[in-house]
């Protein structure tokens, strides 16, 4: 399938802003099942490119003068569900079982993850931890903040995509198994996703990395497309950055997904 995405970010501010720097993981690469036909980034500043720890393709924003607002597009198609490996990471696997601020466990969470092991641990466990909380953890939309903790969440029984990957990511963690945080796109039939979305790999021994949409609760497929991936939010999170003035802000996100005209007629 191919993939027609627009992902739109506007920024506008109170009073003017003087300065403003962001960083933007807005770029999806080859691999992991998807090809990317065609994308471009567009930002009313100066953009310079480079290579994250976590192999992302990022961008720098740098706006070093007086004003009122930021646009920000990233668009492009990327054709998914193809026979394609995962991107090899520089990175030792060790370091996806660190433990983070968002990823943190508390003793209640601890608890519940430690039910799931078993003599032989394998991608079963994985997928019954990814049913499990979704059933404890409903996704209820507005019910957390992007500083919300795993173990919050948990707690709280309600969250977000975001917050579903990252109680997932705790307890693999916890059980043994690498995993990371993914930032992307999901396609809809009826368009209802206009935002980003997220969701975690797992590497599960010879299984490798393996994918994981915990609030759909299924393994990831030709409607996935990502982004970039980290240790939790973060890392991986589209667009992040500071400013100097501009008073009250206001950020609106709309993000399209749709099947190219190319791909309906095949």
């Given at each position: 399938?191919?993939?027609?995405?627009?992902?739109?970010?506007?920024y506008?501010?109170?009073?003017?802003?003087?300065?403003?720097?962001?960083?933007?993981?807005?770029?999806?690469?080859?691999?992991?099942?998807?090809?990317?036909?065609?994308?471009e980034?567009?930002?009313?500043?100066?953009?310079?490119?480079?290579?994250?720890?976590?192999?992302?393709?990022?961008?720098?924003?740098?706006?070093?003068?007086?004003?009122?607002?930021?646009s920000?597009?990233?668009?492009?198609?990327?054709?998914?569900?193809?026979?394609?490996?995962?991107?090899?990471?520089?990175?030792?696997?060790?370091?996806?079982?660190?433990?983070?601020?968002?990823?943190?466990?508390?003793?209640?969470?601890?608890?519940?993850?430690?039910?799931?092991v078993?003599?032989?641990?394998?991608?079963?466990?994985?997928?019954?931890?990814?049913?499990?909380?979704?059933?404890?953890?409903?996704?209820?939309?507005?019910?957390?903040?992007?500083?919300t903790?795993?173990?919050?969440?948990?707690?709280?029984?309600?969250?977000?995509?975001?917050?579903?990957?990252?109680?997932?990511?705790?307890?693999?963690r916890?059980?043994?198994?690498?995993?990371?945080?993914?930032?992307?796109?999901?396609?809809?039939?009826?368009?209802?996703?206009m935002?980003?979305?997220a969701?975690?790999?797992?590497?599960v021994d010879?299984?490798?990395?393996?994918?994981?949409?915990?609030?759909?609760?299924?393994?990831?497929n030709?409607?996935?497309?990502?982004?970039?991936?980290?240790?939790?939010?973060?890392?991986?999170?589209?667009?992040?950055?500071?400013r100097?003035?501009?008073?009250?802000?206001?950020?609106?996100?709309?993000v399209?997904?749709?099947?190219?005209?190319?791909?309906?007629?095949?």
């Amino acid at each position: 399938m191919i993939l027609s995405i627009e992902h739109r970010t506007t920024y506008t501010y109170t009073e003017p802003v003087n300065y403003t720097i962001q960083q933007f993981r807005l770029t999806p690469q080859d691999g992991f099942g998807q090809r990317v036909r065609q994308w471009e980034i567009r930002a009313n500043g100066n953009l310079h490119q480079f290579k994250d720890a976590y192999s992302n393709i990022a961008h720098t924003l740098v706006i070093d003068g007086t004003h009122e607002g930021i646009s920000i597009l990233a668009s492009g198609e990327v054709e998914t569900g193809l026979d394609i490996p995962p991107q090899d990471t520089d990175l030792p696997l060790t370091v996806f079982l660190r433990e983070t601020p968002l990823t943190a466990m508390d003793d209640k969470l601890r608890s519940f993850a430690e039910q799931f092991v078993q003599p032989i641990m394998g991608i079963g466990i994985v997928n019954s931890l990814m049913s499990e909380i979704t059933d404890r953890v409903k996704y209820v939309k507005g019910s957390t903040e992007i500083e919300t903790t795993a173990s919050k969440a948990f707690a709280l029984g309600n969250g977000v995509c975001q917050d579903q990957a990252h109680i997932l990511i705790a307890c693999c963690r916890h059980l043994g198994f690498p995993a990371r945080y993914v930032s992307g796109y999901l396609f809809t039939e009826d368009g209802s996703l206009m935002e980003s979305h997220a969701w975690a790999d797992v590497w599960v021994d010879s299984n490798g990395w393996q994918s994981f949409d915990i609030s759909n609760r299924c393994r990831t497929n030709g409607d996935h497309v990502r982004l970039a991936t980290g240790l939790d939010y973060r890392d991986a999170c589209p667009v992040s950055g500071m400013r100097v003035g501009g008073g009250k802000e206001t950020m609106s996100v709309l993000v399209e997904v749709k099947q190219s005209q190319q791909s309906q007629q095949q």
